[in-house]
Nanobody
Framework: QVQVVESGGGLVQPGGSLRLSCAASGFVWEHYAIGWFRQAPGTEREWVSC????????FYADSVKGRFTISRDNAVNTAYLQMDYLEPEDAAVYYCGASETGCYASEHEYNYWGQGTQVTVSS
C-alpha cells in the first residue's frame, strides 16, 4: 500500500524558515522523482521544486530559487524542502508528489500524492 506523508508545516513570521518532510512507502522510492507543489486558497496547484531519483538533479520555480532547497535521503525514503526567507506569498498547503517519469512541472505527471501540510507566513 502506497503512503506519502508530508510534515513540518506551521506558522512562521516573514523572513523565517521551515523544513518540510515527505516520507513515503509502498513503491521503489529511488525510481521516483519527488516534486513539491503548493496551493493557496482560490488558486491552482503550483509547482515549486523537484528532485530526480537516483542521480539527484534539482529544479526550482523562479519564485523560490535561492530561498528554497530540495533534498532527499534515499536511505529513509524521505525528501525535504528547506524553506528560508519565507514571504507571505509562500503561504499555502504544500504537497509532495512522486513521479515515475521524472521531474515535471505538471501535476499530471505524478503518480502518488500526500495529503499536504499547511504553511502560514504571517507576523
Amino acid at each position: 500500500q502506497v503512503q506519502v506523508v508530508e510534515s513540518g508545516g506551521g506558522l512562521v513570521q516573514p523572513g523565517g524558515s521551515l523544513r518540510l518532510s515527505c516520507a513515503a512507502s509502498g513503491f521503489v522510492w529511488e525510481h521516483y522523482a519527488i516534486g513539491w507543489f503548493r496551493q493557496a486558497p482560490g488558486t491552482e496547484r503550483e509547482w515549486v521544486s523537484c528532485i530526480s531519483g537516483r542521480t539527484p538533479l534539482k529544479f526550482y520555480a523562479d519564485s523560490v530559487k535561492g530561498r528554497f532547497t530540495i533534498s532527499r535521503d534515499n536511505a529513509v525514503n524521505t525528501a525535504y524542502l528547506q524553506m528560508d526567507y519565507l514571504e507571505p506569498e509562500d503561504a499555502a498547503v504544500y504537497y509532495c508528489g512522486a513521479s515515475e517519469t521524472g521531474c515535471y512541472a505538471s501535476e499530471h505527471e505524478y503518480n502518488y500524492w500526500g495529503q499536504g501540510t499547511q504553511v502560514t507566513v504571517s507576523s
